[in-house]
C-alpha cells in the first residue's frame, strides 16, 4: 500500500475543501506576507489532515463565509505542506503557540482572536462557529 499517495490524496481534499469554501491558498512566505501585511482584517485557517480538521474546523471555516459580519479576506495556510508560509503566518500570531488546526483574526496585520486547536478538538462545529462570530461581531466591519 503505497502510504505517501494515500497522504498526498487527504491533502488535496483537504485544500480542495477550502478553496470551494473560498478561502485563498496561500503557499509561500511572500504570499502571507502579502496578505497579512495589508489593512484590514484577515480570518487565517491553518489546515492540517487531522480528525478534528475535517469534521470540525473546514466545515466551521466554510460556514463562515456566509456570516452577516465578514472580514475582508480568507485565507489558508496548510501545516506541515506548506512549511515556511505556515511558519511566516505563525509570526503574526505573537502570544500563541503553534496550533492546527486553528483560526487567526488578523487586523492591520495584528492578531486580534485566536482559535486554537485545543478550542476545536472535542468541541461541535457549532461551537467553534460562536467563537468566530463573536470575533468577527468584535473586529469586523
Not at 511566516?88 to 500563541?96: E, H, I, L, Q
Not at 483574526?105 to 468541541?123: A, F, N, S, T
Amino acid at each position: 500500500m503505497d502510504f505517501n499517495f494515500m497522504i498526498n490524496d487527504v491533502v488535496q481534499t483537504a485544500r480542495q475543501e477550502m478553496e470551494e469554501a473560498g478561502y485563498e491558498s496561500l503557499s509561500t512566505p511572500e504570499e502571507v506576507e502579502e496578505v497579512l501585511g495589508k489593512e484590514g482584517t484577515t480570518l487565517v485557517m491553518v489546515n492540517s489532515v487531522c480528525g478534528c480538521a475535517g469534521g470540525i474546523a473546514r466545515p466551521a471555516a466554510a460556514y463562515m463565509r456566509n456570516y452577516d459580519k465578514k472580514p475582508d479576506r480568507f485565507v489558508t495556510v496548510f501545516a506541515g505542506q506548506d512549511k515556511e508560509a505556515t511558519e511566516k503566518a505563525r509570526s503574526y500570531f505573537t502570544g500563541y503557540p503553534p496550533s492546527s488546526p486553528s483560526f487567526a483574526l488578523v487586523k492591520d496585520g495584528d492578531i486580534q482572536e485566536m482559535v486554537e486547536r485545543h478550542d476545536i478538538e472535542g468541541h461541535e462545529p457549532i461551537e467553534v462557529v460562536q467563537k468566530l462570530e463573536k470575533a468577527f461581531d468584535q473586529y469586523c466591519e
